[in-house]
């Protein structure tokens, strides 16, 4: 009897230390309501507004062509941001997403409810962590932030916001050296 109760008891503190090993994967990084963010395909660093409310993230662009490259479907823009960017980027295209209208933007004599948006995938640095994310392409030239991170990207930054900090992750500091920057020849 007295064996089973020391086994137990042992059993009993070994659980907790288990269970905290398996939680380190989980564990989350607090970022503020804006946060720098490099952009390692187009080789930026720009603000980034952190909005659990959107479900993607989007960057500012503007002339934006689908176009072909070796059967595959791409996507060429430019930024659309204050100062001028004359620099064409081009990345594959990822999808398109259908991006729900705000009633002011609804046109019923169109008969769609959504804005179709190209997506492209992009491996972007905030504070320590790098991840690749979807991106869909906007002109988003009217915000404040030419770059908004929505709730999937914000998953795999296992990021939890405190909308009372701003910039709390510091300045990008990934090791992005074997990422590709996508500029037009």
């Known amino acids: 009897m007295r064996f089973n109760i ?20 989980d564990t989350k990084s607090i970022y503020g ?25 989007s960057l500012s662009a503007r002339d934006i062509k689908r176009f072909k490259r ?3 479907p791409w996507v060429r823009f430019y930024l659309a941001l204050d100062e001028a960017h004359e620099r064409a980027f081009e990345l594959p295209l990822a999808r398109i997403s259908k991006i ?16 179709p948006r190209p997506v492209v995938k992009m491996a972007v640095c905030m504070g320590k962590t790098l991840r690749t994310i979807e991106v869909n392409l906007t ?14 990207a914000l998953k795999k930054f ?18 992005t050296q074997n990422t590709t920057t996508a500029f037009a020849e």
């Open 100 to 115: 729900k209208r705000r009633s002011g933007d609804y046109d019923p004599e169109e008969d769609k409810s959504y804005t």
């Open 158 to 175: 296992n990021a939890l916001i405190d909308p009372s900090l701003k910039y709390s992750a510091g300045d990008p500091r990934c090791d």
């Open 6 to 25: 020391f086994a137990l008891l042992t059993c009993l503190m070994i659980l907790p230390t288990m269970s905290n090993a398996d939680d380190t994967a």
């Open 139 to 152: 002109d988003r030239s009217t915000f404040q932030y030419p770059f908004l991170l929505g709730s999937n």
């Open 70 to 72: 070796d059967g595959q």
């Open 33 to 57: 309501l804006n946060e720098q963010v490099y952009i390692a395909d187009i080789d930026m660093n720009m603000s980034a507004k952190l909005d659990t409310g959107a479900k993607t993230a």
